[in-house]
Nanobody, 115 residues
Framework: QVQLKESGGGLVQPGRSLRLSCAASGSIFSIDPMGWYRQAPGKQRELVAGITSSGSTNYSDSVKGRFTISRDNAKNTVYLQMNVLKPEDTAVYYC?????????WGQGTQVTVSS
């Protein structure tokens, strides 16, 4: 069974950066289209960035130009580089498939942006 483990979150000041990692086990990872999602308190989970098996990327308008998604298929890992963080980026961040054929959700990693 596929397991997803997110890491790299923390408490940062506005304008700073964080790099999130998502390690996947038990999957033919290189063919899976993957995304980073986030859920803020009281809000629905939303997709913020996606990457296909070939490396094509897309971003939500709220993070475009600030976040970068990448993947290392040899390490079965997806990354999210987050720059110029804003308080509204505060959320629990998760990774999962892009196409709705969900793997079991991991626990996520908390990102808090506050001065």
């Amino acid at each position: 069974q596929v397991q997803l483990k997110e890491s790299g979150g923390g408490l940062v000041q506005p304008g700073r950066s964080l790099r999130l990692s998502c390690a996947a086990s038990g999957s033919i990872f290189s063919i899976d289209p993957m995304g980073w999602y986030r859920q803020a308190p009281g809000k629905q989970r939303e997709l913020v960035a996606g990457i296909t098996s070939s490396g094509s990327t897309n971003y939500s308008d709220s993070v475009k130009g600030r976040f970068t998604i990448s993947r290392d298929n040899a390490k079965n890992t997806v990354y999210l580089q987050m720059n110029v963080l804003k308080p509204e980026d505060t959320a629990v961040y998760y990774c999962n498939r892009l196409d709705g054929r969900w793997f079991p959700w991991g626990q996520g990693t908390q990102v808090t942006v506050s001065s």
